[in-house]
């Protein structure tokens, strides 16, 4: 076997399953494996929406990298990728340099805002940790403002969601927790907050049972949440957002806090790394390699796949990227014995979209559940991912064991 260097870039759910599964596989003299990362924790961007909302802190949605590798077969660099060009086998990090036989590109979503004027200055995005913590923090700040001003705006109170897909629904089912919460410790009336969900397409939670979406939908408004479904935001300000309700007729809403979550793109540094792309996406080869780069590899939300069966691409997800990261070991190991790769098939097991702490809508493995059943559900999903990558000590350590 050919010892070649291997670089992976991004330590999600996609390039720490790779390094991961690469370390189980490989022996120390096999291959030399750098994990690239911005910073030195990996974080669960599956559980940021309740970081967003104050309902788990920021420390508990995310781990120290070097906890889950083993030093002696895989190199952990902290750096900020700058630049990947593919045609020179260079990659470009605030640290430096580094050269690659085979490469993993790993790094993920970025939020879509569609070219929406003012969505990326006035809008918050749910993309990172350091972005959970300041839409919480913003959040908080409007709530004790209200509290201290002596002329009240009940506009501060008011929050806006911008999309009614996986991620818009499940912040909107922690706001519901969590509005209680904040009015309670700012000594703010309930009647006085405001949350909206705004969304373009004419319905919630498209590809999810019209049964479930209702279920999710009842209990959201119940919790007090309003919806404006097929109605476009199409402009932001500082005072709030600017809705299209009819062919020629608009709404202003203001708001002191406007969360989007209506879209996600892959990485930008995919659009100047020589690999053809769509939005920051790759549309890969079957066996996740892209086209044209027989020794680059895509994982997770930078990679694009169609579903044949009905010709759209499968939705960006932390299960499609984790199977995959399982694919590009097994295909860099073949490739390092001269034998030929596999197509990536994934297993599509279904999903949980959790409705805050204790309630949820499920499909899984073709059966619907909704409430505490497919709460538990969803805890079960997330403490898998986390022995999937860390074993039982990361599951003891950071796994979600409140399930009623
Ligand atoms: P990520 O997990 O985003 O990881 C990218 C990594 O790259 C990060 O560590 C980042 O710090 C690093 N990085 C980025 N830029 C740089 C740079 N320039 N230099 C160095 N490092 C960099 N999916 C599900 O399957 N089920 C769910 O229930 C679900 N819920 C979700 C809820 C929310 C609120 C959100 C936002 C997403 C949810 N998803 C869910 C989608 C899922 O989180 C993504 O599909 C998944 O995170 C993609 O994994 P990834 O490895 O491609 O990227």
Redesign the pocket.
């Given at each position: 076997m050919k010892r070649a260097k291997i670089l992976i870039?991004?330590?999600?759910?996609?390039?720490?399953?790779t390094a991961v599964n690469l370390q189980k596989k490989l022996n120390a003299n096999d291959a030399d494996i750098t994990l690239?990362?911005?910073?030195d924790?990996?974080?669960?961007?599956?559980?940021?929406?309740?970081a967003?909302a104050g309902t788990l802190s920021p420390e508990d949605v995310r781990y120290d990298i070097k906890s889950v590798l083993n030093g002696d077969r895989v190199q952990f660099v902290q750096?900020?990728?700058?630049g990947i060009d593919v045609n020179a086998r260079k990659v470009t990090?605030d640290k430096g340099e580094h050269t690659y036989d085979y490469l993993v590109i790993?790094?993920?979503?970025e939020g879509e805002t569609f070219g929406i004027e003012g969505l990326d200055k006035y809008a918050l995005s749910?993309?990172?940790v350091g972005a959970?913590r300041q839409i919480r923090e913003h959040i908080e700040y409007q709530f004790a403002m209200w509290s201290q001003d002596e002329v009240k705006d009940d506009s501060r109170l008011t929050i806006v969601v911008g999309g009614a897909g996986?991620?818009g629904i499940?912040?909107l089912g922690e706001l519901g927790n969590r509005v209680p919460e904040l009015c309670k410790e700012f000594d703010v009336p309930q009647e006085k907050v405001r949350v909206l969900c705004v969304e373009a397409a004419p319905m919630v939670l498209p590809g999810f049972d019209p049964e479930l979406v209702d279920y999710a939908v009842r209990h959201l408004e119940s919790k007090g949440i309003e919806f404006s479904i097929g109605t476009p935001v199409v402009q932001a300000t500082p005072e709030g957002v600017k809705i299209k309700t009819g062919e020629e007729s608009f709404d202003f809403v203001k708001a002191g806090t406007v969360v989007w979550?209506a879209g996600?793109r892959?990485?930008r540094?995919i659009e100047t790394s020589g690999i053809e792309n769509m939005r920051a996406r790759v549309k890969v080869e079957k066996d996740m390699r892209a086209p044209g780069f027989p020794d680059v590899f895509i994982?997770?939300?930078?990679?694009l796949m169609i579903n044949e069966e009905v010709n759209r691409p499968y939705?960006?997800?932390?299960?499609?990227?984790?199977q995959q990261?399982e694919t590009i070991a097994e295909n860099l190991i073949a490739l390092l014995k001269n034998e030929d790769t596999h197509a990536f098939v994934p297993q599509l097991k279904g999903?949980?979209?959790?409705l805050g702490e204790h309630d949820a809508i499920g499909d899984v493995m073709g059966r619907k559940i909704t409430g505490t059943k497919a709460s538990i559900m969803?805890k079960i999903?997330?403490n898998r991912?986390l022995y999937m990558i860390g074993g039982a000590p990361l599951v003891m350590k950071k796994g979600k064991f409140n399930l009623l």
């Open positions: 870039l991004g330590a999600g759910y996609g390039g720490l399953s690239i990362n911005k910073n924790y990996h974080y669960e961007s599956t559980w940021l929406h309740e967003a750096a900020a990728v700058t990090t790993g790094l993920g979503f749910i993309a990172n959970a996986f991620t499940e912040f979550a996600v892959g990485n540094l994982v997770g939300d930078c990679a939705p960006p997800t932390a299960q499609i990227a984790m990261a999903s949980v979209c959790s969803k999903i997330d991912a």
